[in-house]
């Protein structure tokens, strides 16, 4: 008989996005992108950083500075957008992304430029903002469907 307490699909995947999440070196929001096509394959994985290239320890990670120069923010790339571009499958049309945090309206467009078709995302704290009320305004009307994670409580420990 087989084995019954196996992961499914979903769990899965926001495993691998909250695993790749690890890889942050922000010491405030850790996110991890995990996108997956229609047959079940991951085609990509992301999570925030600087970009390639830039060494992570002469970056600023403040949130707040004397000028947004010296904050994180104008130089930092979110998940989805590493996710996205680090994809070495081709097409990503119909493709599902599994994010730990909502996207930002940026983020927003490069999945719809994309043809992701779905996102999965586990936590909305900034909910409130203009940027993520305009992310929802843009996946309404460019046909990309969003919904929260479900989760069911499960806790997996990796010892690593
Ligand atoms: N969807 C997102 N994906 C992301 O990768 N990020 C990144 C950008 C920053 O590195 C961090 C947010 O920092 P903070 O403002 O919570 O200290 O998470 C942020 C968002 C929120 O829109
Ligand atoms: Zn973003």
């Given at each position: 008989m087989k084995r019954n307490d196996y992961i499914s699909w979903d769990e899965y995947f926001m495993g691998i996005a909250m695993l790749s999440a690890?890889?942050?070196?922000?010491n405030s929001t850790q996110v991890g992108a995990c996108i997956v096509n229609d047959k079940h394959k991951i085609v990509s994985v992301g999570y925030n950083g600087m970009?390639?290239?830039?060494?992570d320890d002469d970056m600023p990670w403040e949130r707040e500075g004397e000028s947004s120069l010296d904050t994180k923010y104008p130089f930092v790339c979110h998940a989805e957008l590493n996710a996205i571009l680090n994809s070495s499958f081709g097409s990503l049309n119909g493709c599902t992304l599994y994010v730990t945090l909502f996207p930002c309206n940026e983020c927003a467009k490069a999945i719809i430029q994309s043809g992701i078709k779905r996102v999965v995302y586990k936590c909305n704290k900034y909910a409130d903002t203009d940027s993520v009320k305009a992310s929802c305004i843009l996946f309404e009307k460019c046909g990309v469907s969003f919904e929260e994670y479900r989760s069911n409580g499960k806790s997996i420990v990796l010892s690593v």
């Open positions: 690890q890889r942050s070196k922000d970009p390639t290239g830039c060494d």
